[in-house]
T-cell receptor, first 115, second 112 residues
């Protein structure tokens, strides 16, 4: 079991649907991340929140909308997705800091299929 | 690094042997590196990390070696077990300490 919990584990949605992915951690981490991972590829960074503020957006299309309601929760709102958006969406958290000395803790992801 | 191709490099190792997984990086300014293990159907799991002021760091059955001269990182797993079968990624900050990017990954297959 991981200390980062993602729901749902699997999601199938049509291109006109609106859905949300949820992520929760109770490790006191103040940095939270969304990554996208296609099959046989490494995770690719999408968004980073630091102290509940969006600090990094890796030029992600606006059909993906992140939200950080509080220090423990991270959401990813999905709207009008394309089939090529089908992937494993991973949430992670870490201690933010001035130095890169804190590893990411990942959840087990949400497997998204867009039909 | 950037991922290319549809096939992960694969390392097949006999159970009980030692495994060595390699990673090259391009940014000379990189000062922190992490190894992750990703089992099928799960998220990446932290294994071990190393800072650039170190050449070697040891954990339980794992050792990471850093060669800054040739910008090379390796993960050594001693007495490889079936449970070590997974994809292994090196990772590190790229263009900012929160922009953690991943290498292409290596699939480790342990032969019983």
């Amino acid at each position: 079991d991981t200390e980062v919990t993602q729901t749902p584990k699997h999601l199938v949605m049509g291109m006109t649907n609106k859905k949300s992915l949820k992520c929760e951690q109770h490790m006191g981490h103040r940095a939270m991340y969304w990554y996208k991972q296609k099959a046989k590829k490494p995770p690719e960074l999408m968004f980073v929140y630091s102290y509940e503020k969006l600090s990094i957006n890796e030029s992600v299309p606006s059909r993906f909308s992140p939200e950080c309601p509080n220090s423990s929760l991270l959401n990813l709102h999905l709207h009008a997705l394309q089939p090529e958006d089908s992937a494993l969406y991973l949430c992670a958290s870490s201690h933010p800091g001035r130095e890169p000395n804190s590893p990411l803790h990942f959840g087990n992801g949400t497997r998204l299929t867009v039909t | 690094g950037e991922s290319v191709g549809l096939h992960l490099p694969t390392l097949s190792v006999q159970e009980g042997d030692n495994s060595i997984i390699n990673c090259a990086y391009s940014n000379s300014a990189s000062d922190y590196f992490i190894w992750y293990k990703q089992e099928s159907g799960k998220g990446p799991q932290f294994i071990i990390d190393i800072r650039s002021n170190m050449d070697k760091r040891q954990g339980q059955r794992v050792t990471v070696l850093l060669n800054k001269t040739v910008k090379h990182l390796s993960l050594q797993i001693a007495a490889t077990q079936p449970g070590d079968s997974a994809v292994y990624f090196c990772a590190g900050p790229s263009g900012g300490y929160q922009k953690v990017t991943f290498g292409t990954g290596t699939k480790l297959q342990v032969i019983p």
